[in-house]
């Protein structure tokens, strides 16, 4: 296992003003720079590291190799109603994701519901994020995406399907409920930094290439044979994200994006509620404590070890690393900054 010795602790806005001065070298506009900056920054603030300061030199790579267009924009495919397909352009995806959830909220203030659904897009790093933002301001969101091809069908042994991570949100008096999971058991950023770290997994994630059940995320990695989440169903809610996304943003399948040169072009869904809209809508506070006062009534396995309910363990990790600061791996930071020359 590493040592805290292979890691420094960086402040957010440091490591927020060091991003953003990379992204304006590589030629982003101005706002997209810094709103990439903050999804990066924040991402590794809340600890999801894998799709914050980790994933930051891949996504340098990929607008070098022409992969994500800095300067690209969404535009309108089709409106309907309170669904509207957009194509994305191949734009940096967390701009084009905030795009498309703050154009979802919009359209909910009219209709109650909001659908966006963006086709040829690129990776949105951590779909909680655009999570948080619609439910901090009022609205129920639901949002996924499809992805290359990394998770075999039940049964199979090569990658036919996306790990496509599933969001939920439910805004609350304090802070935002969030539920955040990729479709398979650890998504592939977790099993990277796992690598990294010269640790194993905490329950087997997958299969090695001789087909054997393993909590070695190198031998996963290797084989391409993760587990997805409840077995044969996460294998099926897999199937149908992909086919849901596709068809609604009339875009690319997981199968057509595992064509490409590289994790692009994907097709993303964002779904906002105006949950003003709803005639209980005063006595949402009080529904939503209650549920959460019996959930916590709950008779733990291990007393040292409280119940707790998505994204709790996320607000505890982003007030410590607000207030010590963000570990990041010393080799992780060295390559960010090596893009500063």
């Known amino acids: 296992m590493s040592s805290n010795t292979d890691f420094i602790q960086i402040s957010s806005k440091k490591m927020s003003n060091t991003l953003k001065k990379i992204l304006l070298k590589e030629e982003f506009p101005l706002k997209r720079a810094k709103e990439c900056a903050e999804i990066f920054t924040n991402n590794s603030v809340d600890g999801i590291y894998t799709h914050g ?6 996504f340098i790579q990929y607008i070098r190799a022409g992969y994500v267009k800095p300067e690209a924009v969404p535009t ?23 795009f498309a959830t703050n154009r979802a909220m919009k359209i909910a203030n009219r209709y109650g519901m909001g659908c966006v659904a963006l086709s040829h897009t690129n990776h949105w790093m951590r779909g909680g994020a655009y999570a948080w933002q619609a439910a901090k301001q009022g609205f129920i969101f639901i949002g996924w995406t499809n992805t290359t091809a990394n998770m075999p069908a039940w049964g199979a042994t090569n990658p036919k399907l996306g790990n496509n991570p599933l969001v939920f949100a439910l805004p609350n008096d304090t802070e935002p409920i969030v539920l955040d999971m990729a479709m398979s058991q650890f998504s592939f ?3 990277e930094l796992a690598v990294l770290k010269k640790q194993n997994l905490s329950v087997p ?5 001789d087909g054997n059940l393993t909590d070695s995320p190198a031998l996963i990695l290797e084989s391409w044979r993760s587990l997805p989440v409840g077995y044969w169903k996460g294998a099926g809610l897999s199937f149908l994200l992909d086919l849901l996304a596709a068809v609604l943003s009339n875009g690319l399948a997981t199968y057509e994006i595992t064509q490409q040169p590289a994790e692009m072009s994907s097709s993303q869904i964002f779904i906002a509620i105006d949950t003003q809209k709803l005639p209980n809508h005063s006595r949402m506070p009080d529904m939503i404590k209650g549920i959460i006062e019996d959930y916590k009534r709950s008779v733990p396995v291990d ?25 990041v791996l010393k080799t992780i930071w060295e390559e960010v900054l090596s893009f500063m020359s």
């Open 303 to 327: 007393p040292d070890k409280p119940i707790v309910y998505p994204s709790e363990r996320v607000r505890a990790t982003r007030s410590r690393n607000e207030r010590d600061g963000i570990p």
């Open 76 to 98: 309108l495919k089709h409106r309907s109603g309170s669904i509207e397909q957009w194509q994305g352009n191949l734009g940096p995806g967390p701009s084009n994701a905030i």
């Open 189 to 191: 950023g977790a099993m």
């Open 205 to 209: 994630g997958g299969y090695d290439v």
């Open 53 to 58: 300061i980790n994933r930051f030199p891949r």
